[in-house]
């Protein structure tokens, strides 16, 4: 296995989008959040739900690029996060506060969304080499 491959069964592709969007959604939030934090739970479950079916489209034409063409680090996967977000946010009217652009809120987020899958991808590669092996 080489060394920054990552695992391509449908289970770990799952479980990484999910994981993906999650923290894609939290870190939008958290970072467009300005008030009392009461509702924060609510809002990122509900961003969530947003951002899977959003960023799904983008989500498979990321993976099929990195598969075929054998892009499998950390950046490429956080840079095709950062630019699903653009893509799937600007489907969505979000008010920004201030001071931001839509470029830094959502690349931002996306870009540790897409880090995040590859990290779950990555383990899922791990773990499968290391019970194959033992």
């Known amino acids: 296995m080489e060394g920054n491959q ?18 894609a959604a939290a870190s939008l939030v ?3 959040s ?7 739970l609510p ?7 947003i951002t899977l079916l ?8 990321a993976l099929v690029v990195c598969r075929q063409t054998g892009w499998q680090t950390w ?6 996060g950062g630019f699903n977000a653009l893509l799937a946010g600007s489907m969505f009217s979000v008010p920004i506060p201030a001071g931001t652009s839509m470029f830094t809120s959502y ?10 899958y590859w990290a779950i991808a990555r383990w899922c590669a791990l773990r499968t080499q290391a019970i194959v092996s033992s």
């Not at 690349?107 to 995040?116: E, H, I, L, P, S």
């Open 34 to 40: 300005h008030g009392p934090f009461d509702h924060i």
């Open 75 to 80: 950046l490429h996967f956080g840079i095709a």
């Open 30 to 32: 958290m970072f467009m």
């Open 107 to 116: 690349f931002g987020a996306g870009f540790v969304g897409g880090m995040t």
């Open 54 to 61: 959003a960023g799904l489209p983008g989500f498979a034409a």
């Open 43 to 49: 809002m990122i479950i509900l961003g969530t739900c």
């Open 6 to 23: 990552v695992s391509w069964s449908f289970g770990s592709i799952l479980v990484g989008y999910i994981g993906s969007a999650a923290v």
